[in-house]
């Protein structure tokens, strides 16, 4: 009974995965996503600035014609550049920003492993 | 041996990252969105000012004329201070000044057209601001350029003598 009960928790919690987002939900996520270009360092979502607040309609009304999330940040990234996202891909411009931290872990990991395992 | 090795990679992070953040004071931390030549115009309905009809933008820009699109406002300072050459540009036969109203109230923008005199062929009402984003137009005054259904210069900012014979040579 109570491996059911259990399970049936699980499976519960796990259900809100499949629950799709409304266009509300979706919409504040691309907004948060999105520099604010008059008022720089604040998010779209953030921003009360007649630039932002465009682009929050725009949005809505992309969601509405059926654009998905990605398809919105690359109309966006076509039109403003990649400095609008507030999360880029990996370009010329970001590879150092993408592979810093792994080559700091690599170098930090290899420092580790020298100085732990092989000194034993 | 070890010591010296330690010494020489923590100098080098040490310089890397002042020259890094020195660098980074330097530079202005206003971005301006880089900009796109040769883009093609957007292609977006919109509602015309006076008469309110719907139009789609491929219809504004049919011939291969040139033509000089404006996004202004009558809340906006230096759109006021642009619009004489808006207004010496609608006297040239060689380009067609559109405007694109942004987010402004109809009768505030007539009474603005009214004082200062209307230089657009046709106005473009954007009360929500959305068409001067398909533009990539990121405030008021902006203008473009357009040839040949394509983008050739843009301008942000109000316009001024130095732009203005920028504009000329370009259309001659």
Redesign the interface.
Known sequence: MKILRLSFIIFFIFSFNYLKASNEDMKSKITKNLRCLICQGQSVYDSDSEFANSLKVLVDKKLEEGFSENEIYVYFKDKYGEWILYDPGLNKNTYILWLLPILIFLIGGAIVIKSFIFKK | MKNKLLLISLTSIFIIIFVIFYKGLQDT???T??S?MNNKIPLFTANLFYSGEVINSSELFISNRFYLLNIWSSWCVPCRQEHSFLMDFSDNEKVTVIGIN??DTKSNAKSFLDELGNPYEEIIFDE???N???W?A??VPESFLIHNGVVIRKYIGPLNEKLVKEIESSIK
């Open positions: 931390n206003i971005y969105p880089e796109k942004y987010k929500s601001g959305i001067a984003i398909e990539g990121y405030g």
